[in-house]
């Protein structure tokens, strides 16, 4: 098994810039940085294009894929289930109070309780249960026993939940470790499950604890880009 599932965030959003929980289909379009942002990830994938090109069905997501597409020459494919953590009572707030209770719902899920649940909004297990169905079909069909790599334009927040789930990343280092726009989390298959190999700008050992309790969100990521 030589390919490797890139899950990338989408380029910076209108919403990104007003930090708004901007979870509800389709959403925000990409800013004019955000579009620039996805123009230098169709670059860099055109470089090596990969094996399949996968989006969620947000605007966000899809506008980023839709510069890889371009650049590669891969035709685009926009499948359910991918999209992000969805916010609920939360949906298109920007207020401190908001960002800190969807920060803690968040970080409580990568403390191991996936039952807790945004007012109104998504469980961890509702999120396990729509996205990891899609990766499992992507592994079938491209990568077991195939070669080239399999790109997702997927969302931050959905990205890291999954992303650590499925590799056995310590939710201390996955709660904690903000994914910047066209960040990537990349996992490998092995026999046993999957493999993470890259996290944004960090490579393996996934370790490290900050300062405070892990737990418990900073100031920063209660109030700065909350979807990152």
Known sequence: ???????????????????????????ARLTEIGRTQAESLGGRMAAKPPRALVSSQALRARETAGFVELASGIT???????????????????????HKMFAKVFHTWHAGDLSARIPGGESGHDIIERYVPVVDSLRAEYLDGGSGDVVVVSHGAAIRLVGA???????????????ENTG???????????????????????????SRPWFEPSAAEATDDPMG
Do not use: K
């Not at 098994?1 to 979870?23: F, K, P, Y």
């Not at 685009?76 to 908001?98: P, T, W």
């Open 76 to 98: 685009l494919q926009v499948r359910e289930g991918l999209h992000e953590a969805q916010a609920g009572e939360l949906e298109d707030r920007s207020d401190i109070e908001s």
């Open 1 to 27: 098994m030589s390919g490797r599932l890139i899950l990338v965030r989408h380029g910076q959003t209108e919403a990104n810039v007003e930090r708004r929980l901007d979870t509800r289909l389709p959403g």
């Open 165 to 179: 789930y499925l590799a056995g990343v310590p939710g201390a280092f996955a709660a904690d470790r903000h994914l």
């Open 184 to 210: 990537a989390v990349e996992l490998v298959p092995t026999a046993s499950g999957w493999q993470c190999v890259r996290w944004g700008s960090y490579e393996p050992p996934f370790e490290g604890r900050p």
